[in-house]
């Protein structure tokens, strides 16, 4: 790659960073309480943070493929769109982006979210004011979800490996992902991913590009029920959880080489 087409993609990807961080902020102090004051009740107004989430979300992806930095080649979106009351694992999570090209899809959904980004002082009030939930407490995590799953009808999305994948690491799951869909009896959505070359991966720095414009393949599989991937009947819960965790990620490792 040229010098100059390096530095090019390197600032290119800054900007992306900084016009979302500023765009966050903005929305925080102007639009998000507009959005709070219209009538209408919690789950109205919950609904209105989401999709202006998502709208902004959208936005890093538009500026990454109109800069030539990266592209998005998605398989089945529509079914996204048709997951509501479904639980949406999306594996790998090779990239800070795929998570802002899931939510920029799904704009009602319900979703996990690192404490880390509670205490971020841009993001906090938006992901409050969206009724996400943090992960800061294991059980209670498991318990909203379900029973968010059950009544509220919205899609929900977890991410099974908890953070980021490492590129030449083996693919692992937390339990948390089994649990939920366990606790809810939800069908599962899976969402396969694969960004080539690595970029933007655990570990690295937003100015270290790839050698060339990296693509973020992202297939939307048909809902599965969480019994296609393991047999779990009258096994006790902790080894019912175990197991649909090894049927999950022998389910994931397979698409994977798929895609």
């Given amino acids: ?47 209105r943070v989401r999709r202006l989430i998502a709208w902004g979300f959208g936005t890093v992806p538009w500026q990454i493929e109109k800069l030539g930095l990266g592209r998005f080649v998605i398989e089945h979106r529509e079914r996204l769109r048709q997951s509501g009351g479904c639980l949406v694992l999306p594996v790998k999570h090779p990239t800070l982006i ?37 992960n800061a407490d294991a059980e209670r995590v498991v318990e909203i979800a379900a029973e968010r799953l059950r009544t509220q009808g919205e899609p929900f999305i977890v991410f099974p490996e908890g953070t980021r994948t490492v590129p030449g690491k083996p693919l ?36 270290q590009v790839p050698d060339r414009v990296w693509t973020l393949r992202i297939r939307v599989n048909e809902p599965i029920d969480h019994q296609a991937l393991a047999d779990t009947r009258g096994l006790e819960r902790s080894l019912a959880v175990r197991r649909l965790t090894d049927g999950m990620l022998e389910y994931f490792e397979g698409e994977l080489r798929l895609l």
């Avoid at 980004?117 to 996400?132: F, K, Q, T």
Wanted: charged content about 15%; glycine content about 8%; proline content about 8%.
């Fill in 1 to 47: 790659m040229w010098p100059l087409e390096r530095i090019y993609r390197s600032l290119g990807t800054g900007w992306v960073f900084l016009s979302f961080g500023i765009g966050g902020l903005l929305l925080t102090v102007t639009v998000l309480p507009i959005l709070m004051l219209i009538p209408g009740g919690r789950r109205r107004r919950q609904h």
């Fill in 98 to 134: 795929d998570v802002v090209v899931i939510i920029s899809m799904l704009p009602e959904a319900d979703c996990v979210v690192k404490q880390s980004v509670w205490r971020n002082p841009i993001l906090a009030l938006l992901v409050r004011a969206a009724g996400y939930v943090s």
């Fill in 172 to 207: 692992t799951f937390q339990r948390g992902a089994a649990r939920i869909a366990l606790a809810s009896d939800a069908p599962i959505v899976p969402v396969i991913m694969e960004c080539t070359p690595p970029t933007l991966n655990k570990g690295s720095r937003w100015y």
